[in-house]
């Protein structure tokens, strides 16, 4: 083992040992709520380095719900079936508000601030859903996550699908609002059937960090050696989860842990060393914004502690 992956391991356990032990961990989303089940007490950590040293800590392999940070990934197959035109249906501008936030979406004709908040994934899916029945779309979805994360077994959590499918009442809003100035192609119900059972996808910090590799390593997945996504576009992903993973947490997160990231509201969060590393934490209570609170601060001290902040050392 290199001395920089043992230094890594080291890292990554007292990480886990730190988390383990803190008392304060916010609160665990309930208006999904299948996800009020899941303990607080959970903390887990995966990093997978660009030469392939793994480093797991705490419940690495216990599935959680993604939630929102299936949308990194749908925006990745958006991009590679429509490149730039993505952005005619949605911008890449931070929204400084809520993730379900409706006032934005009036001021400006329901176009989306950005792929991230819900407003602008319901789009990005409703794109990616054109031309196909919503089983393919979504089989099309997973098909690409258990791909890129090398693991067939990888699958969605029915019973999450089916509670918010229940209790999405915002979500619909938001994609009938969004239907009215045109911005959707397809029926609300088939496009939010998509979007729930996306954010259902059940993975394990460790199934996510493989899944985000091609992130760190300029758009190659290192399982095969294809180019899922050009390299300017991977640069381009992830220089808006930088500006907008976090919603109106994102300048915060920037600031403390200083690389791109997505969370969501399962307690998950993706975040990308670009060169250097695929880090996936989970820790099921949130922040006020609704991104994990330990998820974060364990983020940081990885990040101050590898000296990975792409803002420098
Ligand atoms: N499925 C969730 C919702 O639409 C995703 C939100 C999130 O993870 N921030 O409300």
New binding site residues.
Partial sequence: MTKASAHLDTVVSDIADDMRARTERGDVAT??PELARVSPKHFGIAVITADGHVALGGDSDMPFSI???SKVFTLTLALGRYGDRLWRRVGREPSGSP??SIVQLEREQGIPRNPFI?AGAIAVTDMILSGHQPREALGEILSFMRFLADDPTISIDEAVAAS?QRT?F??AALANYMKSFGVLDNPVEMTLGV??HQ?AIAMSCKQLAMAGRFLAQSGRNPSTGLQVIQAERTRRINAVMLTCGH?DGSGEFAYRVGLPGK????GGILAISPGEASIAVWSPGLDAA?NSHLGRIALETLSKRMDWSIFGA
């Fill in positions: 208006y999904i939630q929102s940070v993730f379900n819900n918010e999405g915002r979500n979007y729930f954010c919603y969370s969501g509201v399962g609704g």
